[in-house]
């Protein structure tokens, strides 16, 4: 029985690490925790910024674009017809093909919310109300379809609708309905198939998409719910630790609450976890350690002034880095120690709102949110930024990045552009 775990184990590994390295196939990345492997950044830009590549216009949308095999993939939607994923080729920028559906509907901060997720021959996508597709790159035509939201029985959908970005672990597709009937289920990616479904999790409906992290040399899958009210009198909101697998929850964190999470949680190694959130959550820290056949989670430090509005902050040399700008503080761009000790932050000078940022080559790539894309050199000893350029018409551009053959991809509020950042 050990014998055969370890092998199921080990194909597991091998079905999550075996992406090409020169992808970005879903949401921060091959290992989704906004890192890349881009050499030969430029140090240095002209005043207008790096070489526009290609720009392709786009709908109103927070959604991330991802790349496979030289092609991008973006979800964009039209709020009267539906969504429509849509693919370019990286080196020209031609639309290629699209497969649109219906799912007409208005809510709050119009448009698509998620970044497409790619593996071999199939893309799979999560829209706003529900929908999850998967579709086959080569014939373009759907193989699955499920409502993530309606075959759990939710009801009213969450103010800012269903923000799931699908996680492929092995033969395992996983998403968080969050409903009364299933907290996370995991479909078999290839077919369809639900080959588990969890048990309602403590909280309400919020927008964090479950990610794995390494506790005891295992990988458990973390979830993170939200809390019912808000400040002081939000309750009920919980971390979860479940087994990928089978969807057994391992181990639960009550005692830190946002009453709507949106960035997922990091792993800071050793077991740790560093959980962010806007809204007066702040940021905690936990330790999850195995005793025996159970778990137990440590509260290692809570932090006020820092934390995360949309985009998880980026771990550097054991240290985070994190937009902190959100609707009761606008600290900025803001730096914390492995302990918890904020060692500095920009304030409005530059302010940084809500942007995607990639580390490479021990050099952050971020936007503030809004125009600029900086080029920064992450350090505690202070804010050091090497470049800087207007890269986008102002707007709530929030939307993860790509970085992808030395091309940065960003998706404003109107277009998609492709930036040479890299020799």
Known sequence: MKSTLSFVMLIVALSVTSVVAADWPWIYGPRRDSTSDQKGLLRTWPASGPKVLWTAPVGAGFGGPSVSAGKVYVLDRDEQVGDKLRVFDLSSGKELWNFAYAAPGTFMFAGSRTTPTVEGDHVYTSGPL???YAINTKTQ????HKNIWKDFGGGELPR???TQNPLIYGNLLIVAPQTSQAGVVAYDKLTG???WKSAALSGIPGYVSPSIIKVAGEDHLVMVTAAAGSGRNARDGSVNGLDPLTGKVLWTYKNWQCAIPVPQPVDAGDGRVLIT??????????????QGNSYAVAELFKNPDFGAHTQPPILHNDHFYSHYTINERSDGLVAMSMDGQIKWKTDQKPAFVRGGSILAEGLLLTTDGNTKLYLLEPTPSGFKPLASAVVLEAGDNWAPLALVD???LIRGQ?????????Q
């Open 130 to 132: 529900g929908d999850l």
């Open 141 to 144: 035509k759907p193989v699955w």
């Open 160 to 162: 800012w609708a269903i």
């Open 193 to 195: 198939q639900l080959k």
């Open 277 to 290: 959130g806007g809204y007066g959550a702040g940021t905690a820290m936990i330790k999850v350690q195995k």
């Open 406 to 408: 030395g091309k940065l």
């Open 414 to 422: 109107k277009e998609l552009k492709v930036l040479q950042v890299a």
